[in-house]
């Protein structure tokens, strides 16, 4: 008992970022600013994840992830993948909840994941962290054929190895998109399609730009690796349809700034759990409230909620997030029908 204590400790240590020095802010067309270690960092420079005295009573509280029941975790409807196979040759502009930050997304002739994690337990120590209490919308087995990957950074709940080592197996044309930084890592798990990019460039394929853009967040996978990746926000644009993928973020000036540049999108995707305690993760991650700000700085015409209630990883009640979500659109310029909370599985088009 001891042991899994201690490595659970390690585990959420992984996930709290030791002290960097302040970055310089600069426009994300110039790509991401860094420290003067060279380490990435934000256009703000170091943000906040609360004192030790917050930190670490949270760490504790994670244990209780294994007694957690899930009654209130997201329900999940049967996908088997037959309309998503077939729509692959139509391109009817879907999207699909997979689960936590992973969308299946269907647009201008090309089909592509966000953050897939098909795994139980996202992190760096088997049977160790928290667990998936829903399961993935469709089996891997049931996807259409996937042409590309956007990864947003390297935590392990959005970089999840195993999932990308069956995605690139499945077929060696799919490409994966990172941020500077994490190309090695995929590489030496023998995914050679891969393709970095820093804030501000982008790449085309089959006629659809991906740009990678600023988030305000941070990365790390070990006890020594802070920032030396990059993090990032995406966005697929074509000429008929425009999507926005947030990733893993704070709120910050960068959606309105991405709005003004990009939008309007068709369809903002928002992390909108994580939130508590919001002395910890305020500056790293958004609250409903803020993700619903956040598509109206984007302009975008429908947003959906992502990043809440298939795993436990913080203190707010699992059933919260898409509650306040619905409400903070209802009383906002977004409106509710076009803030959307899916069913896991769930296929909607846009």
């Given at each position: 008992?001891?042991?899994?204590?201690?490595?659970?400790?390690?585990?959420?240590?992984?996930?709290?970022?030791s002290?960097?020095?302040?970055?310089?802010?600069?426009?994300?067309?110039?790509?991401a600013?860094?420290?003067?270690?060279?380490?990435?960092?934000?256009?703000?420079?170091?943000?906040?994840?609360?004192?030790?005295?917050?930190?670490?009573?949270?760490?504790?509280?994670?244990?209780?992830?294994?007694?957690?029941?899930?009654?209130?975790?997201?329900?999940?409807?049967?996908?088997?993948?037959?309309?998503?196979?077939?729509?692959?040759?139509?391109?009817?502009?879907t999207?699909?909840?997979?689960?936590?930050?992973?969308?299946?997304?269907?647009?201008?002739?090309?089909?592509?994941?966000?953050?897939?994690?098909?795994?139980?337990?996202?992190?760096?120590?088997?049977?160790?962290?928290?667990?998936?209490?829903?399961?993935?919308?469709?089996?891997?087995?049931?996807?259409?054929?996937?042409?590309?990957?956007?990864v947003?950074?390297?935590?392990?709940?959005?970089?999840?190895?195993?999932?990308?080592?069956?995605?690139?197996?499945?077929?060696?044309?799919?490409?994966?998109?990172?941020?500077?930084?994490?190309?090695?890592?995929?590489?030496?798990?023998?995914?050679?399609?891969v393709?970095e990019l820093?804030?501000g460039?982008?790449?085309?394929?089959?006629?659809?730009?991906?740009?990678?853009?600023?988030?305000q967040?941070?990365?790390?996978?070990?006890?020594?690796?802070?920032?030396?990746?990059?993090?990032?926000?995406?966005?697929?644009?074509?000429?008929?349809?425009?999507?926005?993928?947030?990733?893993?973020?704070?709120?910050?000036?960068?959606?309105?700034?991405?709005?003004?540049?990009?939008?309007?999108?068709d369809?903002?995707?928002?992390?909108?759990?994580?939130?508590?305690?919001?002395?910890?993760?305020?500056?790293?991650?958004?609250?409903?409230?803020?993700?619903?700000?956040?598509?109206?700085?984007?302009?975008?015409?429908?947003?959906?909620?992502?990043?809440?209630?298939?795993?436990?990883l913080?203190?707010?009640?699992?059933?919260?997030?898409?509650?306040?979500?619905?409400?903070?659109?209802?009383?906002?310029?977004?409106?509710?029908?076009?803030?959307?909370?899916?069913?896991i599985?769930?296929?909607?088009?846009?």
């Amino acid at each position: 008992m001891r042991r899994h204590f201690l490595n659970l400790l390690l585990c959420t240590a992984l996930a709290v970022p030791s002290v960097n020095a302040a970055g310089t802010s600069e426009e994300y067309s110039n790509g991401a600013p860094r420290g003067e270690d060279g380490r990435f960092t934000n256009t703000v420079g170091e943000i906040g994840h609360g004192t030790l005295a917050v930190r670490f009573p949270f760490m504790l509280r994670r244990l209780g992830t294994y007694f957690r029941s899930g009654a209130d975790a997201p329900e999940r409807v049967a996908n088997d993948g037959v309309f998503l196979r077939e729509n692959a040759r139509h391109s009817i502009p879907t999207v699909t909840w997979v689960g936590h930050a992973t969308l299946l997304v269907q647009m201008e002739h090309v089909t592509f994941l966000t953050d897939p994690t098909w795994s139980n337990r996202p992190s760096p120590v088997p049977l160790i962290g928290p667990g998936r209490f829903v399961e993935p919308g469709l089996r891997m087995e049931d996807l259409p054929p996937i042409d590309f990957v956007v990864v947003s950074h390297n935590h392990y709940d959005h970089l999840d190895l195993p999932t990308l080592r069956a995605l690139s197996q499945r077929s060696a044309e799919t490409v994966f998109y990172v941020p500077l930084g994490n190309g090695e890592l995929l590489r030496s798990q023998r995914i050679a399609n891969v393709k970095e990019l820093d804030w501000g460039e982008t790449a085309v394929y089959k006629g659809t730009t991906i740009h990678c853009l600023p988030s305000q967040h941070w990365s790390k996978r070990s006890l020594a690796d802070d920032q030396k990746a990059l993090w990032s926000s995406w966005a697929v644009t074509g000429a008929k349809r425009r999507f926005y993928f947030a990733g893993d973020t704070g709120y910050f000036p960068g959606f309105e700034i991405i709005g003004a540049s990009l939008g309007p999108f068709d369809l903002a995707a928002v992390p909108i759990g994580a939130y508590e305690p919001r002395a910890m993760m305020q500056e790293s991650h958004m609250n409903p409230e803020e993700a619903v700000r956040a598509a109206i700085d984007l302009r975008a015409r429908r947003a959906v909620a992502m990043h809440f209630g298939t795993f436990d990883l913080s203190d707010e009640p699992l059933g919260e997030p898409p509650v306040r979500f619905t409400a903070a659109a209802h009383d906002s310029s977004l409106a509710e029908d076009t803030a959307w909370v899916l069913k896991i599985g769930e296929t909607r088009e846009f």
